[in-house]
């Protein structure tokens, strides 16, 4: 056998771990070590399946793991959306493709697979696999409130409403005078490592809510064109807790998630909508004890128009005067 699988079993300080060690495949430890020829055809289409001709494609094949032996290529997409990319690599290639009128894309093709016989006659396996890339098109970019929100959190263990439009807390707090999102927060500190913490994020309507999805960190639009209509959570709850030496909850919203959020909701004597609001909250949401302040951090966006629930924001029509110390570049 030219793979070597061995499990390894290893007694440290009273603890038992147990774990696999892999050997490569002679001619992918040597292509990891001196590089392999890689080709693969990117099929660029927008959001909707169609192909993208004319795009342009860079990409960047690593012929080590050092800058000056990164080699790259450019051109652009056939009619069919189709560019074929082919270089000498130890394991991948980067790319990124971009044009009008479209969201730039960015992403990584790994040729090399840990454990795998993925080098055959000094080329990476499978060989010349077409890989479909999504360039999402501009649809209908419209002017929102959009802010990175940095501020202070004036009471613990009460509730405190923020406005979205005013990009404030509600009087007597701040300057605003809609609780679009409401905010309970506590936390209790004894030093950077021993302490917990826990945020409630809430809302002031009946069918207001949110809802969580995993951001396209890939493409420049990270979230999806419009909200949906229904199944909207009322809340949404984060906490963590940990000791010198042990993590206790952990429950957090990391920067590879966003929520889209309904708000402003008007509701008939039935139930049924009659008017509501939408936006975006990017992750990640930070919170917590911050120098001598407890602060909250994150990055959202309001549609102004009710019953409107296009999320696709133009960032040169930003609704706010004053967004904030960052200004929001994202759509």
């Given at each position: 056998?030219?793979?070597?699988?061995?499990?390894?079993?290893?007694?440290?300080?009273?603890?038992?771990?147990?774990?696999?060690?892999?050997?490569?495949?002679?001619?992918?430890?040597?292509?990891?070590?001196?590089?392999?020829?890689?080709?693969?055809?990117?099929?660029?289409?927008?959001?909707?399946?169609?192909?993208?001709?004319?795009?342009?494609?860079?990409?960047?094949?690593?012929?080590?793991?050092?800058?000056?032996?990164?080699?790259?290529?450019?051109?652009?997409?056939?009619?069919?959306?189709?560019?074929?990319?082919?270089?000498?690599?130890?394991?991948?290639?980067?790319?990124?493709?971009?044009?009008?009128?479209?969201?730039?894309?960015?992403?990584?093709?790994?040729?090399?697979?840990?454990?795998?016989?993925?080098?055959?006659?000094?080329?990476?396996?499978?060989?010349?696999?077409?890989?479909?890339?999504?360039?999402?098109?501009?649809?209908?970019?419209?002017?929102?409130?959009?802010?990175?929100?940095?501020?202070?959190?004036?009471?613990?263990?009460?509730?405190?409403?923020?406005?979205?439009?005013k990009g404030d807390w509600v009087a007597p707090h701040g300057h605003g005078s809609?609780?679009?999102?409401?905010?309970?927060?506590?936390?209790?500190?004894?030093?950077?490592?021993?302490?917990?913490?826990?945020?409630?994020?809430?809302?002031?309507?009946?069918?207001?809510?949110?809802?969580?999805?995993?951001?396209?960190?890939?493409?420049?639009?990270?979230?999806?064109?419009?909200?949906?209509?229904?199944?909207?959570?009322?809340?949404?709850?984060?906490?963590?807790?940990?000791?010198?030496?042990?993590?206790?909850?952990?429950?957090?919203?990391?920067?590879?998630?966003?929520?889209?959020?309904?708000?402003?909701?008007?509701?008939?004597?039935?139930?049924?909508?009659?008017?509501?609001?939408?936006?975006?909250?990017?992750?990640?949401?930070?919170?917590?004890?911050?120098?001598?302040?407890?602060?909250?951090?994150?990055?959202?966006?309001?549609?102004?128009?009710?019953?409107?629930?296009?999320?696709?924001?133009?960032?040169?029509?930003?609704?706010?005067?004053?967004?904030?110390?960052?200004?929001?570049?994202?759509?």
């Open positions: 056998m030219n793979r070597v699988s061995a499990t390894t079993i290893v007694f440290f300080s009273g603890w038992l771990f147990c774990g696999c060690i892999y050997a490569e495949f002679p001619e992918v430890e040597n292509a990891r070590q001196h590089g392999a020829q890689g080709r693969v055809t990117l099929r660029v289409t927008d959001s909707t399946g169609f192909p993208v001709d004319n795009a342009e494609v860079s990409v960047a094949f690593w012929g080590s793991d050092s800058l000056p032996d990164v080699v790259a290529h450019k051109g652009n997409t056939d009619t069919n959306g189709l560019f074929v990319a082919a270089g000498i690599t130890i394991h991948n290639m980067n790319y990124e493709i971009k044009k009008a009128d479209h969201y730039t894309t960015q992403g990584q093709y790994w040729f090399h697979r840990r454990g795998e016989n993925c080098v055959q006659n000094g080329r990476w396996q499978p060989w010349n696999l077409t890989n479909t890339v999504v360039l999402k098109e501009h649809r209908n970019p419209i002017p929102m409130y959009a802010k990175r929100v940095d501020i202070s959190i004036p009471v613990l263990d009460e509730a405190i409403g923020f406005d979205l439009e809609h609780a679009d999102l409401i905010f309970t927060y506590n936390g209790a500190y004894d030093g950077p490592q021993v302490f917990s913490k826990r945020l409630c994020l809430a809302f002031n309507n009946n069918k207001d809510g949110l809802r969580p999805f995993p951001l396209d960190k890939a493409s420049e639009l990270m979230s999806m064109y419009s909200a949906p209509d229904d199944d909207y959570a009322t809340s949404l709850v984060l906490e963590r807790e940990r000791t010198r030496t042990q993590i206790i909850k952990s429950k957090e919203f990391e920067a590879d998630r966003y929520l889209i959020i309904r708000v402003r909701t008007v509701t008939d004597k039935e139930g049924n909508i009659i008017s509501a609001n939408y936006g975006k909250i990017y992750g990640p949401i930070n919170y917590g004890r911050m120098g001598d302040a407890h602060r909250l951090i994150f990055d959202y966006y309001l549609n102004p128009t009710p019953n409107d629930r296009n999320i696709e924001f133009n960032p040169e029509k930003n609704l706010h005067a004053n967004p904030g110390k960052l200004q929001i570049y994202m759509p």
